[in-house]
């Protein structure tokens, strides 16, 4: 099961992308999501068909790609700023954007954040 601490933990475990994309394991899409979700590769790009694809996540760059995560019933494809999770039994796809950055960590979101707060 995939919780929140869980979600924390990848962002802070997998937060750079490999040397090469050779690194990543692309494997693990083939073997348990291709067929549900239209995975294609190409020289740069990985493209999951069971996004929209006027989403910004039914396209993503290898290079963007910080690692790819097997968990019991999704396969989680760790990105710096959001977690694409495809489920491994259907075409349901679950994204999990990352907004909680501290303030103090000086992100954009941190910074924007920190004008809008009451002191």
Known sequence: MVTQEVIKTLYRQF????????ELNLALLFDYVVENHGIFLDEDNLYIGSVD?????????????NEIVEFESVVAIVLPAA????????????????LDDDEEDGSLWGRLKSCFKRK
């Open 15 to 22: 937060n750079k992308p490999p040397k090469s994309t050779d």
């Open 83 to 98: 977690i694409v999770f495809l489920n491994k039994d259907d075409s349901e796809v679950y994204i999990h954007v990352r």
């Open 53 to 65: 694809p006027s989403s910004p996540f039914a396209m993503l760059r290898l290079s963007r790609i």
